[in-house]
């Protein structure tokens, strides 16, 4: 009996996602004060430019009483957006990957989960922060506007109108 060659992966949310982190210990192992936040903004992925973060500089300056927290590791972009938001209190960087088990306790502390991509090939993010039950805003360019064109789960915006995250997160 000759072995199996082809191996079924399955491409889709890790069942891990469907169980829930403790928001408490994503505040202590970031040194994180809940009472002074109105809200809590995530983003996971890879610190490259066409991830976007740079447009999300209106909100973070805007809406000083949130805390986005960035979540991921660096693709040689992360000291350009280190440089742009080092004078904004509200922004913490993870400065590399966590693990899967690490981003339940972030969704579980979060209010909105972004996806500010200027294009995004599907955004398996956006199903991950909807199995924990975390809203999304991401970009309109892409995958994403395939998926979640018509359905209210995932509100899609264009990722370089500054105002309209602004306006969505707040």
Same mark, same amino acid.
């Given at each position: 009996?000759?072995?199996?060659?082809?191996?079924? #992966?399955?491409?889709?949310?890790?069942?891990?996602?469907?169980?829930?982190? %403790?928001?408490?210990?994503?505040?202590?192992?970031?040194? #994180?004060?809940?009472?002074?936040?109105?809200?809590?903004?995530?983003?996971?992925?890879?610190?490259?430019?066409?991830?976007?973060?740079?447009? !999300? %500089? /209106?909100?973070? %300056?805007?809406?000083?009483?949130? !805390?986005?927290?960035?979540?991921?590791?660096?693709?040689?972009?992360?000291?350009?957006?280190?440089?742009?938001?080092?004078?904004?209190?509200?922004?913490?960087?993870?400065?590399?990957?966590?693990?899967?088990?690490?981003?339940?306790?972030?969704?579980?502390?979060?209010?909105?989960?972004?996806?500010?991509?200027?294009?995004?090939?599907?955004? /398996?993010?956006? /199903?991950?922060?909807?199995?924990?039950?975390?809203?999304? #805003?991401?970009?309109?360019?892409?995958?994403?506007?395939?998926?979640?064109?018509?359905?209210?789960?995932?509100? !899609?915006?264009?990722?370089?109108?500054?105002?309209?995250?602004?306006?969505? #997160?707040?």
């Amino acid at each position: 009996r000759q072995p199996k060659k082809i191996q079924e #992966i399955p491409n889709a949310v890790e069942d891990l996602f469907f169980t829930t982190g %403790k928001d408490t210990t994503f505040y202590k192992d970031w040194g #994180i004060n809940s009472e002074r936040w109105e809200g809590i903004v995530v983003w996971v992925g890879r610190a490259s430019y066409g991830k976007g973060l740079q447009n !999300l %500089k /209106l909100a973070v %300056k805007k809406l000083k009483n949130i !805390l986005f927290f960035f979540a991921g590791g660096d693709d040689g972009y992360l000291p350009t957006l280190k440089k742009l938001y080092q004078d904004c209190e509200n922004v913490m960087f993870s400065e590399r990957f966590i693990t899967p088990e690490k981003q339940l306790d972030m969704y579980s502390a979060a209010d909105v989960s972004v996806l500010p991509s200027l294009h995004e090939a599907f955004g /398996l993010v956006i /199903l991950e922060s909807l199995a924990q039950g975390v809203s999304v #805003i991401s970009t309109s360019r892409g995958g994403p506007s395939e998926v979640f064109d018509k359905t209210d789960a995932v509100k !899609l915006l264009d990722p370089e109108k500054q105002e309209d995250w602004k306006l969505s #997160i707040e």
